[in-house]
């Protein structure tokens, strides 16, 4: 048996490293373990691939060799190529014979199904299982594209981080696969190992007798055209003055590493202003290095999934700031990052008016947020859940007026859902499916 890893980031392969040293891919004897890795950038020359970052030596042993994507289809972007449907079974020729992969069966574990690279390899190896793993927030909104029966009936399971514990992913729920949670103990060892590098450069980076206590966390929301740049940096600004307003006058700043210097620049005015001393991290280290070597009193952020860490993994105190932004502005509303932004408004107290400095309820979460979880997921994509129509409809009825904010009316409208606006006659006697009846009808009074 020959299992093939697909990962495109470092925290997707520490993932899956996890879930391997967790027992859930069976032993190791007798099977032959292949991870590739691709770089899925805009411009993947100039970026550092997985395998050649600091601390990826921790996780090589668990593979019996490492091959490249990018340089496999070479000129092609592995975000943009796939195979032609009738050349798939030439591309598996092609790939059995560069990796020496024989006859032997093949198992493929690969990340966003829904698109490439991961697409392109399901259609390449046609008849092979594939186990689907995620690593964030979005596993448990729903799936983003259809996904083809030939393809959905092969997927196993989905392999996830349990970061709201006892909340079941929606991710492929609709074509029946199973979800598994990855054991928290076995991705925070692998974190921890892969991050001892980066501890090195925090410890030379930061002051042992007075370290920040206050961790801000940069996503450069910009970028996906959430917000506009101007605004990403008054977001930043608002972050510091919330940790400022709960009494951190040590304060690291950790950016996207894609994010422009000015960001920081106006941070560091402000910084002066509030008499915080400011540490802007720009070296690539993971954020959960930083939780585990800082231990911060508190970390603040949008709605990365690294908040949700922090709370899960190191039951560290974390609060938001600007998600009433965000939800007001992200479109459309189908936009997968639609569930994190959900999750974070409702579980995370605002930094900005809230009480900070206790460690996050994790207990009783799901219960309280799989409602709205459900809700939200079913107005993403109401055909692949139809099943959820009755439930959701009861909960709307019952709790809208709480919450409105994750909810647009018109959506409510299209759907026939509580809240939204009344159908008018007008608007019925346009809709193709009324005209078509009322001609059908019409025929049938004639005969």
């Known amino acids: 048996m020959i299992q093939i890893f697909f990962s495109a980031t470092q925290y997707a392969a520490a993932t899956v490293t996890a879930a391997i040293r967790a027992g859930q ?14 770089n899925t950038a805009a411009i993947p020359e100039v970026g550092t691939p997985l395998d050649r970052m600091a601390g990826f030596e921790k996780l090589r042993p668990e593979f019996d060799e490492v ?83 030939g393809m959905s009936s092969r997927i196993k399971r989905v392999l996830h981080l349990d970061l709201v514990p006892g909340l079941e992913p929606m991710l492929l729920a609709e074509y029946g696969v199973p979800p598994e949670a990855v054991p928290n103990d076995a991705i925070v060892d692998v974190l921890a190992q892969i991050g001892e590098s980066g501890a090195g450069i925090l410890a030379e980076r930061l002051p042992a007798d007075n370290p920040p ?31 400022a307003r709960a009494g951190h006058r040590d304060v690291l700043f950790k950016p996207h590493p894609s994010a422009p210097a000015v960001f920081n620049e106006s941070l560091e005015a402000v910084a002066k202003e509030l008499d915080v001393r400011l540490t802007v991290l720009g070296e690539p280290v993971l954020a959960e290095t930083v939780f585990a ?9 949008c709605f990365s999934t690294a908040l949700m860490t922090a709370a899960a993994f190191y039951g560290i105190p974390v609060a938001r700031v600007g998600t009433e932004l965000l939800l ?9 990052n639609r569930i994190p932004l959900t999750i974070i408004d409702a579980a995370l107290p605002d930094a900005e008016n809230a009480e900070l400095g206790s460690p996050l309820e ?19 994509q109401s055909r692949k859940h139809h099943a959820l ?13 709480q919450y409105q904010r994750y909810f647009k009316r018109r959506r409510l409208t299209s759907l026939r859902l509580p809240g ?28």
């Open 25 to 38: 891919f069976g032993p190791r004897e007798g099977v032959r373990r292949i991870l590739v890795v691709s």
């Open 67 to 149: 091959r490249s994507w990018n340089d496999f289809i070479s000129p092609h972007h592995p975000a943009g190529w796939s195979p032609r449907g009738q050349d798939t079974l030439l591309w598996e020729k092609a790939v059995r014979l560069a990796w020496n992969l024989g006859d032997e069966p093949v198992e493929i574990a690969c990340e966003s199904i829904q698109a490439n690279p991961s697409r392109a390899v399901a259609d390449i190896f046609a008849d092979s299982p594939i186990h689907v793993y995620a690593d964030g927030l979005m596993s448990y909104g729903p799936t983003r594209n259809r996904i083809p029966h």
């Open 213 to 243: 206590t206050a961790v801000l966390l940069g996503q450069y929301l910009s970028a996906i055209d959430l917000i506009t740049q101007d605004e990403e940096e008054q977001l930043h600004i608002r972050f510091l003055r919330a940790a």
């Open 293 to 301: 070597y800082l231990k911060p009193k508190l970390v603040v952020g």
């Open 328 to 336: 007001e502005r992200i479109t459309p509303y189908e936009n997968s």
């Open 362 to 380: 994790l207990a009783g979460m799901a219960e309280a947020l799989a409602p709205l979880v459900r809700s939200v997921g079913f107005c993403m």
């Open 389 to 401: 129509r009755d439930e959701v409809t009861a909960w709307l009825g019952a709790n809208l007026a």
């Open 420 to 447: 939204g606006s009344p159908v008018r006659a007008e608007a019925l006697r346009r809709h193709p499916a009324v005209r078509k009846a009322v001609r059908q009808l019409r025929q049938t009074t004639r005969k």
